[in-house]
RNA sequence: GCAGAAGUACCCAAGCGGCUCAAGGGGCUCCCCUGCUAAGGGAGUAGUACGGGAAACCGUAGCGCGGGUUCAAAUCCCGCCUUCUGCGCCA
């Protein structure tokens, strides 16, 4: 959500930006919100009016009550009954107004970065910069589900039955890289100063509604039945619901965070759950990274988060690329964002295995995020990333790691994670 | 999970329908006294959000959260949350 002073001063700036993200739809928006601002100001000082109004007659009644005088008392009564009227009908048409007026607000899109790209959808998101040459593999790479049997690493078929489409067992090795990956990644995120948080799975309605909004959650948390409680999402819901309406001392910013949890989603969304293998399901676990910061350290720590997920992918070896979003691909709480993507020797491009966000104080105005500056209590900025997500990490990793004779290295890093472990056999 | 008690500002805490637009202390800020220290005296201190105003300043909201009753709610009623104590259940 954007500061409405920002639009109610720059209508123009806000329109533009619109634009920029071919959201030409929302255009007459800008205009709704600032007559719907002027008449929201106007409710609010004729309410106030009104109050001030009945606090002083209703003083005057005690007054007179304990002076005695009933007949006089009753008589102030009628006209604060009177005057009740009038604010219950201010109350009502001010609520139906700032209740239109957020709905509207939410709508406005972030004002994005000067750099981001301009482009309709996510076919016009823009390459920045690769890392690791892809290695030539003489032989057909499979599909990871295949690489996975004959691994003995996973079992789909008693996951469907235990729990349906979207789900897996992973066992032996494999079930143990995938704890590596996570030991690894996190030790990785404590050696770059950041501190393990460890948050709730589980987080209440208001905290959802909070973090996302209605269609939003429709398609992706699911919700414990008889209680006030959903699963989370991503880890991101319960680190940010943390700080949900709070005041932060400015010394304690930035706050630098890297939590784990598992993750759960419907994925009810376009593309839905694959019928094979472990791209897209309703369970994961994922390494994340929090950052909360002032506004004016929150591009340095954009920098250096998505560089941080660079730097993890390349100490194991896999080639990836930093994939910038063009304006149209952006979503809408969102400044900047960048993709890191991993090289998949099957496919012969890259896949999604990380995305890095900076929110500007967009989520934190929203939530109520703030800290002590100088000049009195300001929104922070919010901004988040991926560590490492497997299993669909695993993908990369199995993929680049492969070898012809069906058996995948385990990169150096992870070996002490591993038991010592260097390669993963398959079955004969 | 059950029962009891509680939630008031940075902290402690009084108030339990109108005389409180929340008393009093501690702390904090400033001033005075003091050779230094300890101690003492005085003044200020409700942060915040929204609105009005060029500003000084004014108004409204706000006593865990949300509703309700009332001319009037920190105070009465209902629901919820949190904390503490005891019992139960677990890892």
């Known amino acids: 959500m954007i500061d409405i002073n920002f639009l109610r001063q720059n209508p123009e700036a806000v329109r533009e930006n619109i634009r920029k993200k071919f959201q030409d739809h929302k255009l007459p ?60 009908q201010i109350e009502k048409d001010s609520e139906e107004i700032s209740a239109k007026l957020k709905q509207a607000m939410m709508s406005i899109p972030n004002i994005i970065a000067d750099d981001v790209p301009i482009g309709r959808d996510d076919r016009e998101n823009v390459e920045r910069q690769r890392f690791l040459e892809p290695a030539e593999k003489s032989f057909e790479v499979p599909y990871h589900l295949e ?13 469907r039955r235990t729990s349906g489409q979207g789900f897996y067992y992973l066992t032996g090795d494999i079930a143990r890289l995938h704890s590596a990956v996570l030991t690894y990644a996190r030790d990785f995120m404590i050696d770059k100063g950041f501190t393990y948080v460890i948050p709730p799975f589980m987080i209440r309605s208001d905290v959802v509604s909070g973090v996302m909004s209605f269609e939003e959650m429709d398609g992706m948390m699911y919700k414990i039945e008889g ?17 949900m309406n709070t005041v932060l001392d400015a010394a304690e910013l930035p706050l630098t965070l890297t939590s784990y949890s598992p993750c759960f989603r419907k994925e009810k969304g376009a593309h839905g759950i694959e019928e094979r293998g472990i791209y897209r399901i309703h369970q994961f676990e994922k390494q994340e990274m929090i950052v909360i910061c002032k506004p004016e350290d929150s591009a340095e720590w954009f920098r250096k988060l998505y560089s941080y997920t660079v730097e993890l992918f390349v100490s194991m070896q896999i080639p990836v690329r930093t994939l910038e979003c063009c304006s149209g691909d952006l979503a ?17 491009k890259y896949f999604e295995v990380g995305s890095c966000s900076n929110l500007t104080d967009a989520q934190a105005r929203r939530l109520g995020i703030r800290y002590k500056s ?55």
């Open 147 to 159: 690489i996975l049997e004959r691994l003995r690493g996973i079992d789909l078929d008693s996951a």
């Open 374 to 428: 100088e000049k009195g209590n300001a929104y922070a900025h919010t901004l988040n990333n991926t560590v490492v997500a497997p299993p669909r990490m695993l993908i990369a990793l199995l993929e680049n790691h492969l070898n012809a004779d069906g058996s995948v290295n385990i990169p150096e890093v992870l070996r002490k994670y591993m038991g010592g472990k260097d390669k993963i056999l398959p079955k004969q």
């Open 29 to 88: 928006l800008v205009d709704e919100i600032l007559a719907l601002d002027v008449k929201r100001r106007e409710l609010q000082k004729e309410g106030d009016e009104c109050r001030a109004k009945r606090n002083s007659l209703s003083a005057q009644i005690g007054k007179l009550m304990r002076e005695k005088q009933p007949e006089a008392a009753a008589k102030v009564k009628e006209e604060v009954v009177e005057n009740n009227d009038r604010i219950a």
């Open 332 to 348: 809408d709480l969102k400044y900047k964002s960048i993709d890191v993507e991993a090289w998949s020797p099957r496919q012969k």
């Open 227 to 243: 209680e006030d409680l959903y699963l989370i999402g991503t880890s991101e819901h319960s680190m940010i619901g943390r700080f």
